[in-house]
């Protein structure tokens, strides 16, 4: 489905694209996980929604894909990207909103709940964490699968920087393999929006690679103030998800009128890896709500 192409520009100067499918009663906008990758890989597979009665809605954060990428890192913040989603929806004129971030979109999802209650009708929370330090503890115990000595020598590669070594690539490789995406093939739309991937605010707010957090968001939590959404909300997230299913069951502990799935055959990515019983369970909740 090809969507339609808006450029909207920001309070700050810059431009962002968005990208509209169906213009359904209903809008479910979407937010990437990253920071800085495309959106190209999470709207392609729920752009089947914009066909089912949806209006679905996502956009290239600033600093990734068809977006201006400027490279200041003061802009690489969740203050300013929860400013972002609000502009973007308020000149699409959205109106209320069903909300879906994935990944990294959930710490932008869960924090513009907070900040914009008014307009979101359910929040999405797929795939995420909302504590980094009980994350990164999660994340410890995925490489600490891999055996002690490649543990011990991923401790040893990123205390002396050497991330780029083969052996340390090879480890982030396979953890990739088993808690990202668990298909032999991974999807093209996937590969690429990872290969565009500016790592730019990544670095910043995240750190070097999906298992190691050094950036402002290493200390975030914000499950002590999640009482407060109140909305529907639908926690999702894989059996083998690198966000790992405890991350998600803190989550939906903390909101008092969520619902959670966990896909059984799933890590990072169930929308690819398990396309009918994830959508069956979102249409489900948005038929619902």
Not at 42 to 54: M, S
Not at 156 to 164: F, V
Request: glycine share 8%; with cysteine.
């Amino acid at each position: 489905m090809t969507p339609q192409v808006e450029r909207i520009r920001l309070a700050e100067g810059f431009d962002v694209v968005a990208y509209v499918y169906g213009d359904g009663p209903e809008t479910l906008l979407l937010a990437n996980g990253g920071p800085g990758l495309p959106s190209l890989y999470l709207r392609e597979p729920h752009a089947v929604l914009g066909q089912r009665g949806y209006r679905v809605v996502a956009w290239d954060q600033l600093g990734c894909g068809a977006s201006d990428r400027p490279e200041d890192p003061a802009l690489w913040t969740l203050e300013r990207y929860v400013a972002e989603a609000e502009q973007v929806r308020a000149a699409l004129d959205l109106g209320q909103v069903h909300f879906l971030g994935h990944s990294w979109g959930t710490w932008l999802g869960t924090e513009y709940c907070l900040t914009h209650p008014d307009k979101v009708k359910s929040y999405i929370a797929a795939d995420g964490a909302c504590d980094i330090p009980h994350l990164v503890g999660e994340l410890q115990r995925l490489r600490g699968a891999l055996g002690p000595e490649t543990a011990a020598m991923m401790i040893a590669r990123e205390a002396e920087g050497s991330l780029d070594h083969p052996e340390y690539q090879a480890a982030i490789t396979l953890l990739n393999y088993r808690h990202v995406c668990r298909l032999a093939e991974w999807p093209a739309s996937l590969t690429e929006a990872l290969a565009d991937w500016n790592m730019g605010p990544y670095q910043t707010m995240q750190g070097p690679n999906e298992f190691t957090y050094t950036g402002n968001m290493k200390a975030w939590n914000r499950i002590p103030a999640m009482h407060a959404i109140t909305v529907p909300a639908l926690v999702l997230c894989g059996r083998y998800d690198e966000l790992t299913p405890a991350c998600s069951y803190l989550m939906h502990a903390a909101m008092p009128n969520s619902r959670i799935r966990v896909f059984e055959q799933s890590s990072h990515m169930p929308f690819y890896e398990q396309p009918e019983a994830y959508f069956d369970t979102l249409e489900s909740f948005l038929r619902a709500v």
